[in-house]
């Protein structure tokens, strides 16, 4: 199978105009999606499209939400590109430290359990209900507890936990969860390749300086993705056994801080008296 970076790419990519923001899972998407709804207006927005990406995945044809400024979704970059969406759309996303996004998101799949959302829960197919289920019976400050839910013995768990800013970015098929073995195996050098597909990737340190660097006020009740529960939480029993989960997103987090990603394609709608970006749709699309 072909690295996905080495696929072709539009010719005219980088001259579209929208963008379109890879949301991983609880690294403060929500902030970042508020961000341009504040500065852009709400119908020039739209939000969680990942039905849409899997429609176009699936059956082909053109994507629904074509001719928005900002788009974002909870969408793998593998298939991003099999629906075409960077013809169309500079990609951009934002990581977080693992261990932080990865107590965010146990604490927000946990709101279940205490009767949050229940409408989403009926939702869950039969292994993520299970899943869920386990985490009320565990005690956050128990080595053994965490150990037990540390354990790869569900797809559900893979998929909720197992490195997944560096699955999104750069596992070669979307929700293959075999091919997540292969992730431990990437270099520095074929990370940034893949990274250089994006219009950027930065950390959300780096996101945030960069806006008030730009002189873009960040929204006041602004907070970072919080889960729904305040059950889990980051401490020792968790980070032992946690640690060679988040080991590659860790590898990445560390070599995307080291870097200096270019935010301009964010800066020149969101910088204070930008003009609102004229649309430009990839021929035939």
């Not at 005219?12 to 929500?30: C, E, M, V």
């Not at 520095?188 to 996101?207: I, P, V």
């Amino acid at each position: 199978m072909p690295d996905l970076a080495d696929l072709p790419v539009h010719p005219g990519q980088h001259d579209y105009r929208g963008l379109f923001f890879l949301h991983i899972p609880k690294t403060a998407g929500s902030f970042v999606a508020r961000l341009f709804a504040d500065r852009l207006g709400s119908d020039a927005c739209i939000t969680f499209q990942e039905r849409e990406v899997q429609h176009a995945v699936s059956k082909g044809g053109p994507l629904s939400f074509l001719g928005h400024d900002f788009v974002s979704a909870h969408s793998p970059m593998a298939t991003l590109r099999t629906a075409g969406v960077p013809h169309h759309y500079r990609i951009f996303t934002v990581l977080r430290d693992p261990l932080d996004r990865l107590v965010s998101h146990l604490n927000w799949l946990d709101r279940f359990n205490h009767g949050i959302d229940l409408h989403s829960h009926a939702a869950l197919k039969r292994g993520m209900k299970d899943f869920v289920r386990s985490l009320a019976g565990l005690d956050p400050d128990s080595t053994a507890d965490m150990r037990r839910l540390f354990t790869l013995d569900s797809l559900a768990k893979a998929r909720m936990l197992f490195n997944i800013q560096s699955a999104m970015l750069f596992a070669p098929r979307a929700g293959d969860i075999l091919a997540l073995t292969d992730l431990d195996s990437l270099t520095a050098a074929q990370m940034h390749k893949r990274l250089s597909r994006l219009a950027f990737c930065a950390t959300l340190d780096q996101f945030k300086q960069g806006l008030a660097a730009a002189g873009v006020e960040i929204p006041l009740d602004e907070r970072v993705n919080g889960g729904k529960s305040r059950h889990f939480r980051r401490n020792e029993a968790l980070e032992a056994a946690a640690e060679r989960y988040v080991a590659q997103d860790r590898k990445l987090v560390q070599m995307v801080a080291r870097t200096e990603p270019d935010l301009s394609p964010v800066l020149q709608r969101l910088r204070p008296g930008a003009a609102r970006p004229e649309i430009r749709l990839a021929a035939g699309g």
